[in-house]
Every structure is written in structure tokens, then in C-alpha cells.
């Protein structure tokens, strides 16, 4: 077990990775979970099914909104699509919190569709300018470019 104040850092350090990245890996660990107060631990549970209900959807229409299309459009939402799962598995006794993840991930997957339609248009469009090539009608002489160098 860590020393008291090494264990109370780590612990604001896991709350923030769960509630700020929606990194639920810790909830894999049962030796990380042991690190972590029971009655914080149900803080931290409540405070997941607040962040469902009420902010959850607005990540997922940020994430869309800033996806990167150069990636595939999926990638931009893998953190949020292993979150609503491990949720699913964590809080499947709520039926209302069940029910909003099903609700969340048709959402993610119409945005990932979304961004599908914006990055073929975005591969389809060319931004650049259309160059012909020249051909050069200049003779190629055999003196080096550095022939008054070399002399």
C-alpha cells in the first residue's frame, strides 16, 4: 500500500483521468480500485452518471465537430465508444443510466458517420492549383553548373 500522501495524490490523479478523460481502465484493476476509498469511490460513481447524463452528449458533438479527417473517422471516438462500454458493464443495474449509454452510442455512431460524409467531401475537393507541366526546349549543355569552380 502507498504512503498516505502518495495514495491521496493518486487517487485525485485517477478521479480526473476517470471524470476529465473518460479513462476507464482504472475499473479493469482491482488492485487500483483498492487504492481508491469506497465512499470516494461511489462519489466518483455518481459523479460518472452525472457526466452521462448531462455532458456526455456535448463531448460527443465536440468530438465530431473537431475529428480529425485525416484518421479514420471511428479513431476520433474510441475513447468515448470504450467509455459507454465499460459504463455498460459497470452500471447495467440502472436501467435509465442503461438506457442513455444505448441512446450515447447511436449517437457516436451517427456522428461517426457524419464524419465519414465530411471526409470524402474533404478527399474529393482539391485545393490546389492545377500546374501543366513545361516542357523545356532549352539544350542541356555538358559544362557542370560548377565548371568555373572546378577550373
Request: hydrophobic fraction near 35%.
Amino acid at each position: 500500500m502507498l504512503p498516505e500522501p502518495q495514495r491521496i495524490e493518486t487517487v485525485k490523479y485517477l478521479e480526473a483521468r476517470i471524470l476529465g478523460d473518460l479513462d476507464s481502465g482504472v475499473f479493469d484493476d482491482d488492485d487500483i480500485l483498492s487504492l481508491i476509498p469506497p465512499t470516494r469511490l461511489i462519489t466518483i460513481v455518481i459523479k460518472i452518471c452525472e457526466e452521462i447524463k448531462n455532458s456526455l452528449a456535448d463531448r460527443i458533438e465536440d468530438t465530431e465537430e473537431n475529428a480529425d479527417l485525416e484518421i479514420e473517422p471511428e479513431d476520433n471516438f474510441d475513447d468515448i465508444k470504450k467509455f459507454l462500454i465499460d459504463m455498460e458493464i459497470l452500471l447495467s443495474e440502472d436501467d435509465q443510466i442503461y438506457q442513455l449509454l444505448h441512446e450515447l452510442e447511436n449517437q457516436v455512431d451517427e456522428a461517426i458517420a457524419r464524419v465519414e460524409s465530411r471526409k470524402q467531401e474533404s478527399d474529393e475537393e482539391w485545393d490546389g492549383e492545377d500546374i501543366i507541366p513545361v516542357k523545356i526546349t532549352e539544350r542541356v549543355s555538358a559544362r557542370s553548373l560548377f565548371s568555373d569552380i572546378d577550373e
